[in-house]
């Protein structure tokens, strides 16, 4: 299975302006982006709750990009910079896609707001509801009582 928008020709700025769009049509009564080292982040309002989406860009330097993927040969300076601007492109494709469907699916009464966007929820001390939850999924999981998928089926 192929990633979501590998070979999008969407820039990273209209992907950007995409999510804010259409954040405002959903509802939203704030938006922020922004981006430090490999790490971007999106982050809105809306329905009481603060929510963000971290992103982990591509590292440039990753042979990924700076060398071909049949032959593993080098790249070029501005062939191995167009592959890792793909990379991007494609991260961010995918974000407004997973925000645009999550906002859908609470239009349409599918889910809840809060049900649909919970492990990234923003707490009061900046931490994401993720954070917390984690952990205790992992325990619960780990003890091996989980009940079988079908009940009655061991």
Same mark, same amino acid.
């Given at each position: 299975?192929?990633?979501?928008?590998?070979?999008?020709?969407?820039?990273?700025?209209?992907?950007?302006?995409?999510?804010?769009?259409?954040?405002?049509?959903?509802?939203?009564?704030?938006?922020?982006?922004?981006?430090?080292?490999?790490?971007?982040?999106?982050?809105?309002?809306?329905?009481?709750?603060?929510?963000?989406?971290?992103?982990?860009?591509?590292?440039?330097?990753?042979?990924?990009?700076?060398?071909?993927?049949?032959? *593993?040969?080098?790249?070029?300076?501005?062939?191995? !910079? =167009?592959?890792?601007?793909? @990379?991007?492109?494609?991260?961010? $494709?995918?974000?407004?896609?997973?925000?645009?469907?999550?906002?859908?699916?609470?239009?349409? *009464?599918?889910?809840?707001?809060?049900?649909?966007? !919970? =492990?990234?929820?923003?707490? @009061?001390?900046?931490?994401?509801? $993720?954070?917390?939850?984690?952990?205790?999924?992992?325990?619960?999981?780990?003890?091996?009582?989980?009940?079988?998928?079908?009940?009655?089926?061991?």
């Amino acid at each position: 299975m192929g990633k979501y928008g590998v070979d999008t020709s969407v820039s990273v700025e209209r992907s950007i302006a995409e999510i804010q769009s259409t954040l405002q049509r959903y509802g939203a009564d704030g938006f922020l982006h922004g981006w430090k080292g490999e790490t971007a982040m999106v982050q809105f309002e809306m329905c009481e709750r603060r929510v963000r989406f971290q992103l982990t860009m591509p590292d440039r330097d990753d042979r990924e990009f700076t060398h071909t993927e049949a032959r *593993g040969r080098p790249r070029s300076a501005s062939q191995a !910079l =167009a592959a890792w601007e793909q @990379a991007c492109r494609q991260r961010y $494709r995918a974000l407004a896609l997973v925000i645009k469907a999550k906002l859908e699916a609470v239009e349409s *009464g599918i889910t809840e707001f809060e049900d649909e966007f !919970l =492990a990234h929820i923003v707490l @009061a001390d900046g931490s994401q509801v $993720r954070d917390h939850v984690r952990s205790a999924i992992e325990a619960s999981y780990s003890n091996g009582k989980m009940l079988p998928l079908l009940p009655g089926v061991k």
